[in-house]
């Protein structure tokens, strides 16, 4: 039903910010919650925030709670996520993925997910 693209990733310095996109095509975003999750090399995927679909509720994981914002711009058909104060450990890539039902958040149903996109936090 929607098809996520992931972009923005990159190569930081600790302590730098990077802002990812996740851009939805096939359907409108709006109608949608969208999570993001990451996954670091030998490690399981970890959920990351997630927003609903009208971006009046949120959730942070404690490890990026103060750091990173989500948000959404549904005209752009669009969620991103806004990175600051970037950690090595924040290494990973990070995925978007949606739901459309009210099955959401850390322990949400996501069942549509993007390709993914690389974060590099170098010491």
């Known amino acids: 039903q929607v098809r996520l693209v992931e972009s923005g990733g990159g190569l930081v310095q600790a302590g730098g910010s990077l802002r990812l996109s996740c851009a939805a095509s096939?359907?409108?975003?709006?109608?949608?919650?969208i999570g993001w999750f990451r996954q670091a090399p030998g490690k399981e995927r970890e959920f990351v925030a997630a927003?609903?679909?009208?971006?009046?509720?949120?959730y942070y994981a404690d490890s990026v709670k103060g750091r990173y914002t989500i948000s959404r711009d549904n005209a752009k058909n669009t969620v991103y996520l806004q990175m600051n104060i970037l950690k090595p450990e924040d290494t990973a890539v990070y995925y978007c993925?949606?739901?459309?039902?009210?099955?959401?958040?850390?322990?949400?149903?996501?069942?549509?997910w993007g390709q993914g996109t690389q974060v590099t936090v170098s010491s």
């Open positions: 993925a949606a739901v459309p039902s009210g099955d959401w958040g850390p322990k949400g149903q996501y069942n549509y």
């Open positions: 096939g359907r409108t975003i709006s109608a949608y919650a």
């Open positions: 927003i609903n679909w009208s971006g009046t509720s949120r």
